[in-house]
């Protein structure tokens, strides 16, 4: 089983709709949670981190629960912007000093 | 403050060839990285160093070999280039920190013929 596993997708959406992403873990040390974006043939950029209480950047929600050790994203009136793959990170030990990428899910916003 | 950094941008090497492939960083960050990224495999954790001097093993660190003299230079080592070893390397680093931000180089495309 992967450290951390995602839906690859692709997902094809239509401009406008609203769009949501989950990811499991497996390490339950881990402490640390991000979403990366990832544009094609590009490096990942941190797209947010991941609260244990939930938070929202503009039209993008990330929300973690520990317990089912699961983190979603959340994106709302989705552009064409947004098309990009998407990567589910973990702290993959104790001191986090190593994170852990999901292989990605992609998104394509279709106008 | 250029963030990260990696020479060179694209290489192409023959079997058995050996190469180093150099990130620098102006970010004065404790934590680099060095990962691989394949096609359905995501990215992949070659080696990282915590500190200057300091290096360990990431989940596939065979045929590589690092170095970190360094604080701002993380250096990855080919010594006898295999054609399973091309793929798309991009080298990271962050702040020490367990919820510190990870910012990726531009990455370094490798082809081994």
């Known amino acids: 089983r992967k450290e951390v596993e995602q839906d690859p997708g692709p997902f094809n959406v239509p401009e406008g709709a609203t769009v949501a992403f989950n990811c499991t873990y497996s390490?339950?040390?881990?402490?640390?949670f991000f979403w990366y974006r990832q544009d094609c043939r590009k490096e990942p950029k941190l797209l947010m981190s991941?609260?244990?209480s939930g938070n929202e950047d503009g039209r993008f929600t990330a929300q973690l629960n520990r317990a089912s050790q699961y983190i979603s994203l959340l994106i709302r009136d989705s552009k064409l912007s947004d098309s990009a793959t998407y990567l589910c990170?973990?702290?993959?030990?104790?001191?986090?000093?190593?994170?852990?990428f999901g292989t990605g899910t992609r998104l394509t916003i279709i106008p | 403050n250029a963030g990260v950094t990696q020479t060179p941008k694209f290489r192409v090497l023959k079997t058995g060839q050996s190469m180093t492939l150099l990130c620098a960083q102006d970010?004065?960050?404790?934590?680099m990285y060095w990962y691989r990224q394949d096609p359905g495999m995501g990215l992949r954790l070659i080696h990282y160093?915590?500190?200057?001097?300091?290096?360990a093993k990431g989940e596939v660190p065979d045929g590589y070999n690092v170095s970190r003299l360094k604080k701002q230079n993380f250096l990855l080592g080919l010594e006898s280039a295999a054609p399973s070893q091309t793929s798309v390397y991009f080298c990271?680093?962050?702040?020490?920190?367990?919820?510190?931000?990870?910012?990726f180089g531009p990455g370094t495309r490798l082809l081994v013929l």
């Open positions: 160093s915590v500190g200057e001097g300091t290096t």
């Open positions: 991941v609260y244990s």
């Open positions: 990170v973990a702290g993959a030990n104790f001191g986090n000093e190593k994170l852990t």
């Open positions: 390490n339950s040390a881990s402490q640390s």
């Open positions: 970010m004065n960050h404790e934590y």
């Open positions: 990271a680093s962050r702040l020490a920190g367990g919820t510190e931000t990870q910012y």
